[in-house]
């Protein structure tokens, strides 16, 4: 496999973090090496008839990271400039992430070439049914589950159960998450990853003796993660979320914003930007506002060296993947920035994920308010395990995190006889 190119690249990004929690294990060579892959991965070309007419030719990519520990996890993301090696990077996180968790999964990512934004609902329906058509032969309950990511949505998942479904002759609901309620979906699922990392929040206030109550925040991208972090940090705890953007651009009000204005203003223009009572700021100027908590909700590389030093959020919670680069890790690390790690912080969405899994392997559904307490559990002790690993070692959480979860694959690696 070719070494990942130098700009920034997110696998790049993803292999030198492994690294450094390699050394710092002692990890055997071997399964070292073994973890720094994908085990596997599957190029595809889909042509899709267009509303026009024309045949339009779209790519997209499936990675298998790593299965040790169950079948791969990870969503399917839907943009422009989605490369090899963003799915590798996001496929090597989610087998981190749910290693962390401890939820019997190992991770996996998928991604399409193309800006939904400019695609009908049929040419959107058309693609992802042909994406399911090529990469349908590496997924199942017990091989590799997708969800939604990046500008996928349950409206996505449900064309991708159906499409399966055809494949395989029978209902195969388990094969995909994130699904709508009315086809095997789980309650509590739309937020669950916002709620992850409320949760995670709660407990890193609750060592540090912080009161969340009125604290201000800021929110880099109002997609499903960020907006429902929004919506939960207002309604669990009172926050003050006084900046809010998308990928258009930002707001900002001193007083605090309200979320159902904004998100409707969202859903009527489609964007937050303009929103009448705020004032317009770039997405850069969000990053650095002088906010208690900076929630990076968006994409890779949002906190890098060029702006690390002017971020003065103190804790940073990560609901995106890979928003801090590991030079900006140390610089928030010198500033006493309390960083909750993305893998971390936004694992609420895969441990729903597995609760839906679990559901239609059954077909017996739970009441939402048992999603939320389990959700909690898992996440509460996955906190707690990294903040000890972080104070026992000396190291930012970042680092714990990944001496947590390397340890938990490497152990099924070793004892499976893989290395
Ligand atoms: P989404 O498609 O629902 O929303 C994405 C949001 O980001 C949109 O508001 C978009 O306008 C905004 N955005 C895009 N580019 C931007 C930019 N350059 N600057 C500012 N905003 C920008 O996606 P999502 O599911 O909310 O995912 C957001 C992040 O959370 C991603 O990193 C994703 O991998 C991660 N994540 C999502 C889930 C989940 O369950 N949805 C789970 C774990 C992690």
């Given at each position: 496999?070719?070494?990942?190119?130098?700009?920034?690249?997110?696998?790049?990004?993803?292999?030198?973090?492994?690294?450094?929690?390699?050394?710092?294990?002692?990890?055997?060579?071997?399964?070292?090496?073994?973890?720094?892959?994908?085990?596997?991965?599957?190029?595809?070309?889909?042509?899709?008839?267009?509303?026009?007419?024309?045949?339009?030719?779209?790519?997209?990519?499936?990675?298998?990271?790593?299965?040790?520990?169950?079948?791969?996890?990870?969503?399917?993301?839907?943009?422009?400039?989605?490369?090899?090696?963003?799915?590798?990077?996001?496929?090597?996180?989610?087998?981190?992430?749910?290693?962390?968790?401890?939820?019997?999964?190992?991770?996996?990512?998928?991604?399409?070439?193309?800006?939904?934004?400019?695609?009908?609902?049929?040419?959107?329906?058309?693609?992802?049914?042909?994406?399911?058509?090529?990469?349908?032969?590496?997924?199942?309950?017990?091989?590799?589950?997708?969800?939604?990511?990046?500008?996928?949505?349950?409206?996505?998942?449900?064309?991708?159960?159906?499409?399966?479904?055809?494949?395989?002759?029978?209902?195969?609901?388990?094969?995909?998450?994130?699904?709508?309620l009315a086809l095997g979906g789980s309650a509590g699922r739309g937020d669950a990853t916002a709620r992850g990392g409320m949760i995670c929040l709660r407990e890193a206030a609750r060592e540090l003796q912080v009161e969340l109550k009125g604290a201000t925040a800021a929110i880099q991208g109002y997609g499903n993660a960020g907006s429902l972090a929004h919506k939960l940090g207002r309604e669990l705890f009172g926050l003050k979320i006084v900046a809010v953007s998308d990928s258009r651009g930002g707001i900002h009000n001193p007083e605090g914003l309200d979320y159902e204005p904004v998100a409707a203003h969202k859903a009527r223009t489609g964007s937050v930007i303009d929103f009448p009572g705020a004032r317009n700021i770039t997405n850069e100027e969000l990053l650095e506002l002088d906010v208690l908590i900076l929630v990076p909700a968006a994409l890779e590389n949002a906190i890098n060296a060029d702006n690390a030093g002017q971020i003065r959020g103190k804790f940073i919670v990560e609901l995106a993947n890979g928003p801090t680069t590991p030079e900006a890790d140390r610089v928030l690390h010198e500033k006493g920035a309390y960083v909750i790690p993305d893998f971390l912080c936004n694992a609420g969405g895969v441990t729903v994920s597995y609760f839906e899994m679990v559901q239609n392997a059954y077909n017996y559904y739970w009441e939402e308010e048992v999603v939320h307490t389990r959700l909690d559990q898992k996440m509460t002790t996955a906190f707690r395990t990294v903040h000890a690993m972080a104070q026992q070692k000396k190291v930012h959480n970042r680092l714990a995190a990944y001496l947590v979860a390397v340890n938990r694959v490497a152990e099924a690696v070793r004892l499976r006889g893989w290395a």
């Open positions: 496999m070719d070494t990942p190119q130098k700009a920034f690249n997110p696998f790049a990004m993803a292999q030198r973090q492994l690294d450094e929690a390699a050394a710092l294990l002692q990890l055997d060579p071997a399964v070292h090496e073994l973890l720094r892959w994908p085990l596997r991965e599957l190029h595809v070309t889909l042509p899709v008839k267009m509303d026009d007419g024309s045949t339009k030719i779209f790519h997209g990519y499936r990675v298998q990271y790593n299965d040790a520990r169950g079948p791969n996890k990870g969503g399917i993301r839907y943009h422009s400039a989605e490369t090899i090696d963003t799915v590798r990077a996001l496929a090597a996180w989610m087998t981190w992430k749910t290693a962390v968790v401890d939820i019997p999964l190992g991770g996996g990512k998928g991604g399409i070439v193309c800006d939904p934004k400019t695609l009908s609902p049929g040419e959107l329906e058309r693609l992802s049914r042909a994406y399911i058509r090529q990469v349908g032969r590496m997924l199942g309950l017990e091989k590799d589950v997708p969800a939604p990511d990046v500008y996928t949505t349950p409206q996505i998942m449900a064309w991708m159960a159906d499409e399966y479904a055809f494949m395989q002759g029978y209902n195969e609901f388990g094969m995909i998450t994130g699904k709508p």
